[in-house]
């Protein structure tokens, strides 16, 4: 089978028009918050799920035996939000990856996040898991402190 003979610029001319766009990142290059990075409690914009479901407890719960189980509404799509989000609250919990499961888009027990789109996971609901687990090492350490 011999493909038709056709030029780029006799391409362009047949579509009719050719669409360039450029993101705007600035908000990736920024520095970090400082009130996140001392993990205390955040009194600026709530990062994307999380303006939606602001209690704690919508995205962690902290069992008996020390393990956390964590909440969020993504769905895994061979994107890696499961261990993402994993590593994203172990890290600000100060725990194993093991000591951390993740429950993803379960009715009634999730937050809603909408729709799942490969790379608004991680700023949409792994931001929002970050930020319920800063707050809740911060009230948990206020507790050992008053008692």
């Not at 009194?43 to 008996?64: H, I, T």
């Not at 189980?69 to 100060?94: F, H, N, P, T, W």
Request: hydrophobic letters at 40%; one cysteine or more; charged letters at 25%.
């Amino acid at each position: 089978m011999e493909l038709p003979k056709t030029s780029r610029r006799k391409f362009l001319r047949t579509i009719g028009f050719i669409s360039v766009g450029f993101p705007l990142l600035s908000s990736c290059f920024e520095e970090q918050e400082k009130a996140m990075a001392k993990r205390i409690d955040y009194n600026g914009d709530l990062p994307g799920s999380m303006r939606n479901a602001r209690a704690v407890n919508a995205w962690l719960q902290v069992l008996e035996d020390g393990r956390v189980l964590i909440y969020s509404g993504k769905v895994e799509l061979g994107q890696g939000i499961r261990m993402a989000i994993c590593q994203v609250a172990a890290e600000e919990l100060d725990l194993d990856l093991d000591q951390v499961e993740v429950h993803l888009a379960e009715t009634g027990v999730t937050p809603d996040e909408g729709y799942t789109a490969g790379s608004g996971s991680v700023p949409n609901s792994a931001m929002s898991v970050r930020y319920a687990a800063a707050t809740a090492r911060k009230n948990y350490w206020s507790l050992l402190v008053d008692n």
